[in-house]
């Protein structure tokens, strides 16, 4: 799964990388993006403007927001047949945009948190779905993270991943017009090689701590797998 990333970056970086979209000029950054909390993502319906979107999706037809902490993620295994994800995988999908997230590694009772981030130094474009949930005249606009079998890199900590785009053409293809048949051959466990990966402080266990040193390695240098 996904259950915590990071965003951390600026305007001139994400321009770069994902092309001379509109930004706006004061990132919200956040080193410790948590469920329910707002993040960037770029969507299909304005693919030119970075989007501040809730983490944690609200199907359009639900009746309340109560459930939608349970709906971060979304499993590529079925998800065309999902009742809460049939319509946005096929007509609402997004770039949740990240510099890095986090896993953990059990060991008996406790979690060993890791950051984990492309290894060439580039942002991360994971692969979502989103949509909208009226409360009122207000429309809540919300994702979920698409996951997938992990990696050589995420296997030794968890047995899920958040499906990482990899390339400029994945990309484009993602925030493109296609059928779902097409949608699904787009969802691959994303290849070895890509990522590295850090042990870091046990303080971004707690949602509350939100800080550069979240992002301090720990234990040494380079990979410990």
Known sequence: MCGRFSFVTSPEKIKKQ???????????LSFNVAPTQHSYVITNEAPGRLEYYRWGLIPHWAKDSKNAAKLINAR??????KPSFRVPVRKRRCLVIADSFYEWRKEGSNKIPFRILPADGSLLALAGIW?????????VKTFSIITAPPNAEVKPLHNRMPMVLHTPELRKQWLSELEVDEVMKLL????DGILQKYQVSSKVNDVRNNSPDLHERIGGQGSLF
């Open 131 to 139: 949509d909208v949930w009226y409360e009122g005249d207000y429309a």
């Open 18 to 28: 994902f092309g001379d979209i509109e930004t706006g000029h004061n990132l919200k």
């Open 76 to 81: 590529m295994e079925g998800i065309a047949s």
């Open 188 to 191: 691959e466990p994303p290849p």
